[in-house]
């Protein structure tokens, strides 16, 4: 499903982010990907979502070189991939529905799916009654659960999750974890990335442990050890 | 899965969002606003400002004539007969004959309140005014050929004396030096408006990119999202739209008091031209360029704005 290929990210020559990566993630898995602050993590997540190229190395997602699709392909294939983000970046002047109405309107698609299909995954993250907040009006919690929403109402192939927890309180964090790994039986990949012990061990699926750019670890029903 | 929608649906949706994006960012759009009508009240000042100086760099122009003035003992017959021959010169608009009577007449009615000149006109008896012709030439630059007709020594004598006097030089020379005087008072005030007119379309460009940094991470998670670019433009742009509908609108209403008020100023000093009635006769094309660039700032700057935050 995803594939590194022995990918280094510098951004300057003596900034190195990533150095010398190599996994493949298969299809329905559930992947943490720990490490401490500055081992690459996020630039591995950049990377997945063409945000940022590589310096060398290829990454493959589905057989297609992610970083030399561009224009209306890339679109497409971002639409394949759901993200949710540590700061959930909701979209200020939108409400939850439009919120989540956004990315299936991007995706092109028609009015009546989305008057079905949104209430509908705000059914599963277990906030039908916000649909017409906006997002200052939510909590942390409830902000990441739109977050989640807008991520799956396109049914992805994969789900990536950066730190999507690392703003949240413990209850609040078990909620999301609970939705993830829901999200995950339903037949969805999922990339989660945390420097949350208790996440990591209450999900007991495969941890690859990141430092200093490299991978070090990958244990396939890991806990977080550093 | 990947369902094609419409051109139109798409069309709606990002009209949609422009404006109700103009509605929800309440602070940000009226600043934009307020920015905008100071740059399109600019552009109007200039249509207004030109149309001063055109009317009266014209007027003044119809105010250069010559005149032939005759001695009172001319015969009616000499003065009809140059008046023939100055009509078929090609350079003559028309001609109006002012016989001693009229010009008896005009004399009386220009110094009405003036009782000693009337009085010691009334002493003399006799009419003292000669008759005169006032002639326009179709261009002002062809005065010059007429009064060169005129001067000719055997135009109309009598006994080798001239039975005439021409005004033009003495008159010319004054109003050559008016139309100099406005002519680069015009250019040089158009080189201020022009600049000013940069500079507003500059603050207003800086403004609108402002409102749109803020949106620059929503940007980002647009495109995350995997919306297309003309997409995420969209909405952005027909927002900027809408400041310059909204900025034109109010300055258009603006300028009715303002005009108003400024017209008996303007008609007064300047020679005969009421900018409030040139508003009125002229409201379509006034209109229709201040609504153009409003328009056309607003969804110029929107892009250039849009565009820096497109790159992912």
């Known amino acids: 499903m995803i594939s590194f290929n022995n990918v280094s990210k510098k951004y300057t020559d003596n900034s190195v982010a990533l150095e010398g990566v190599s996994?493949?993630?298969?299809?329905?898995?559930?992947?943490?990907?720990?490490?401490?602050?500055?081992?690459?993590?996020?630039?591995?997540?950049?990377?997945?979502?063409?945000?940022?190229?590589?310096?060398?190395?290829?990454?493959?997602?589905?057989?297609?070189?992610?970083?030399?699709?561009?224009?209306?392909?890339?679109?497409?294939?971002?639409?394949?991939?759901?993200?949710?983000?540590?700061?959930?970046?909701?979209?200020?002047?939108?409400n939850v529905f439009e919120n989540i109405a956004f990315a299936m309107e991007a995706a092109g698609r028609e009015e009546g799916e989305i008057e079905a299909d949104v209430p509908h995954v705000l059914e599963l993250v277990d906030l039908p009654h916000k649909a017409w907040n906006f997002p200052h009006e939510l909590s942390g919690g409830e902000k990441q659960r739109v977050a989640i929403a807008r991520a799956i109402v396109n049914q992805p192939d994969i789900i990536i999750a950066d730190e999507p927890t690392g703003n949240l309180d413990p209850m609040n964090t078990y909620d999301i974890v609970q939705i993830l790994k829901k999200i995950n039986d339903l037949g969805t990949t999922v990339v989660l990335t945390t420097h949350n012990k208790g996440v990591i061990d209450s999900i007991g699926r495969r941890v690859i442990t990141m430092q200093e750019g490299r991978v070090v670890r990958d244990d396939p029903s890991g806990k977080y050890i550093l | 899965m990947e369902a094609k929608t419409e051109f139109k649906t798409k069309l709606r949706r990002v009209m949609k969002a422009g404006f109700v994006n103009f509605f929800r960012s309440g602070y940000v759009s009226l600043a934009s606003v307020l920015v905008m009508i100071i740059t399109l009240s600019t552009i109007a000042s200039v249509i207004f400002m030109g149309a001063i100086f055109n009317t009266t760099l014209e007027e003044l122009r119809n105010k250069v004539d010559v005149n032939v003035y005759f001695l009172t003992s001319s015969s009616e017959q000499d003065i009809l007969d140059l008046q023939k021959r100055l009509e078929s010169l090609p350079e003559v608009a028309n001609i109006e004959y002012i016989s001693r009577e009229q010009a008896l007449a005009n004399f009386k009615l220009r110094h009405e309140n003036d009782q000693i000149t009337l009085q010691a006109l009334e002493e003399l008896g006799d009419n003292p005014l000669g008759a005169a012709l006032n002639i326009k030439a179709k261009e002002p630059s062809q005065y010059q050929g007429i009064a060169d007709f005129l001067g000719q020594d055997n135009i109309l004598s009598r006994d080798g004396e001239?039975?005439?006097?021409?005004?033009?030089?003495?008159?010319?020379?004054?109003?050559?030096?008016?139309?100099?005087?406005?002519?680069?008072?015009?250019?040089?005030?158009?080189?201020?408006?022009?600049?000013?007119?940069?500079?507003?379309?500059?603050?207003?460009?800086?403004?609108?990119?402002?409102?749109?940094?803020?949106?620059?991470?929503?940007?980002?998670?647009?495109?995350?999202?995997?919306?297309?670019?003309?997409?995420?433009?969209?909405?952005?742009?027909?927002?900027?739209?809408?400041?310059?509908?909204?900025?034109?609108?109010?300055?258009?209403?603006?300028?009715?008091?303002?005009?108003?008020?400024?017209?008996?100023?303007?008609?007064?000093?300047?020679?005969?031209?009421n900018i409030f009635s040139y508003y009125l006769s002229n409201i379509f094309q006034i209109t229709f360029i201040i609504l153009l660039s409003g328009i056309a700032i607003g969804a110029a700057s929107s892009l250039l704005a849009v565009r820096r935050y497109l790159k992912l």
């Open chain 1, 23 to 94: 996994f493949d993630v298969s299809p329905n898995e559930f992947v943490s990907i720990v490490g401490p602050s500055g081992s690459g993590k996020t630039t591995l997540i950049k990377l997945i979502l063409a945000e940022e190229k590589p310096t060398s190395g290829k990454v493959y997602l589905r057989d297609s070189d992610i970083h030399s699709l561009s224009g209306e392909d890339l679109n497409q294939l971002r639409r394949k991939i759901g993200v949710v983000f540590q700061d959930f970046r909701l979209l200020p002047n939108k």
């Open chain 2, 162 to 273: 001239s039975i005439i006097k021409v005004n033009y030089l003495q008159n010319k020379t004054a109003i050559d030096r008016l139309t100099k005087i406005i002519d680069s008072s015009k250019t040089l005030s158009s080189v201020v408006m022009l600049l000013l007119v940069v500079i507003s379309i500059v603050i207003t460009l800086n403004t609108i990119r402002l409102a749109i940094y803020v949106s620059r991470e929503e940007i980002g998670v647009m495109q995350l999202v995997g919306a297309s670019k003309n997409y995420i433009r969209g909405p952005f742009v027909i927002t900027g739209i809408m400041y310059g509908l909204v900025a034109s609108i109010l300055t258009l209403i603006m300028f009715l008091p303002i005009t108003y008020w400024l017209g008996g100023v303007t008609e007064n000093f300047f020679i005969g031209l």
